[in-house]
């Protein structure tokens, strides 16, 4: 594992405990925190937590200690296992409140408070707990009962209505992307009620919708309507100007992400491009054209249609990196679109250290993460622990701090309450 740099070790959440029992609907909540710092305890039923099935696993070996997801979601924690439905299991569980700052749950609304253990209760034993309830859809209001997974958040918080192509259904992201969404705005919410905190040293509950997360992310959606009164739709183009313009076009090993622009500033962005063009001999319409001068309500659809086309035939002829090269040179606004691959080998990330091996010792292997999100005085924050195992934490946590013995926790186990 990689050591972090004596500029790297301040730690803002160095001095704080957190309790993680979510699933992985919350995981990256906790996974943030353990970032800044924080002591995050993840707490996983005995067996482990259901996700840790999730594909893909390294080496394509389907194990539940080599999901690559759960691995991305939890690093910088240390795992027990544990029923908190069992007698025992709550006993141990009100213990480990005592300790901690922080509370993750993905639970239905009413679960915990049905074991006795709703924040209610547990700020009893803690009054500067702060529990952070990540739900489908909010503790309150009509649809607070309901289920759901990733595809249930993207549909009812309206992302997958721009997903997908305008003749056919809306489509899910690959990847769930409401997860990564409400665990990151999760994570913000508990540092709002950490500020409330150390001013008045109360706790908190936050509550956090995967619908509202998912909605909260439509930003653009929401200002082309107010500023053009134009409702975005799914598709291979978006609204710009009052036209729908491409996005994407494709180059010789890849693709490229441009734009056409016009009006007074913007239209300025073309300059580059219409030189290069020229340059190359390139016949084209857009370098006898000043897009500075150029309003949406005097071109129409079909110009728009042949400029990108010319566009498109024009990045076809290069690579994705003859072409970053000569935009650089050029000033020309574009950018190719990166591979994972390309992100590997991605020369700004390696200079700044993003990539980092972690030691799987178990696997006998250094594993490549993305790693810290921010940077404190210039040095990143390191991943300190890779992901837990299952249990792995039990004996450090509940012999060592919590005082348990270890016939206790033999007991314990074969009990199936960790």
């Not at 993750?104 to 915990?112: A, D, G, S």
């Not at 076009?249 to 007074?264: L, Q």
């Not at 890779?386 to 270890?406: A, M, T, W």
Request: charged content about 20%; some cysteine.
């Amino acid at each position: 594992m990689s050591s972090p740099s004596p500029a790297a070790t301040f730690l803002p959440l160095g001095r704080y405990r957190v309790l993680d029992l979510s699933d992985e609907t919350g995981a990256l909540c906790g996974r943030l925190l353990g970032d800044l710092g924080a002591d995050v305890l993840k707490v996983e039923p005995p067996g482990g937590d259901p996700s840790r099935n999730r594909a893909p696993f390294y080496h394509d070996e389907a194990h539940p200690e080599k999901s690559l997801s759960w691995w991305a979601y939890n690093c910088n924690k240390r795992g027990i296992t544990l029923d908190i439905a069992a007698a025992d299991g709550k006993v141990i569980l009100k213990k480990l409140v005592a300790t901690a700052h922080f509370f993750i749950t993905t639970f239905p609304p009413n679960y915990m408070p049905s074991l006795g253990l709703g924040y209610s209760e547990l700020a009893k034993l803690n009054p500067g707990l702060i529990e952070i309830a990540i739900t489908p859809f909010g503790r309150e209001g009509p649809y607070s009962a309901y289920t759901g997974d990733d595809i249930v958040a993207m549909a009812a918080g309206g992302m997958m209505n721009l997903c997908g192509t305008e003749d056919r259904p809306p489509l899910r992201m690959g990847i769930p992307q409401s997860h990564a969404f409400v665990g990151a705005q999760a994570a913000v919410g508990a540092m709002i009620a950490h500020a409330k905190r150390l001013a008045t040293g109360e706790g908190s509950s936050v509550d956090v919708s995967m619908q509202e997360a998912v909605a909260n992310m439509l930003t653009n959606t929401q200002q082309h309507w107010f500023a053009e009164k134009e409702v975005e739709h799914r598709g291979e183009k978006h609204l710009y100007g009052g036209r729908l313009t491409r996005g994407v076009f494709p180059a010789k090993d890849g693709y490229i992400a441009s734009h056409i622009f016009w009006g007074p500033g913007p239209g300025g962005r073309m300059r580059g491009l219409a030189q290069w063009m020229q340059d190359k001999g390139f016949e084209t319409t857009i370098k006898n054209t000043d897009f500075n001068k150029v309003t949406g309500g005097a071109i129409t659809q079909g110009q728009v249609d042949a400029w990108e086309g010319e566009m498109a035939a024009f990045f076809s002829r290069f690579t994705k990196d003859e072409i970053y090269r000569e935009a650089l040179r050029r000033r020309a606004f574009l950018f190719p679109v990166s591979s994972p691959r390309d992100l590997l080998e991605n020369e700004q990330l390696k200079a700044r250290g993003f990539f980092e091996p972690v030691n799987h010792p178990e696997m006998k292997a250094d594993v490549i993460y993305p790693g810290a999100f921010l940077r404190y005085h210039g040095a990143a924050q390191s991943i300190r622990r890779r992901p837990p195992l299952i249990g792995e934490h039990n004996s450090e946590v509940y012999v060592d701090e919590l005082g348990y013995s270890r016939d206790e926790l033999i007991c314990l186990a074969e009990a199936g309450v960790i």
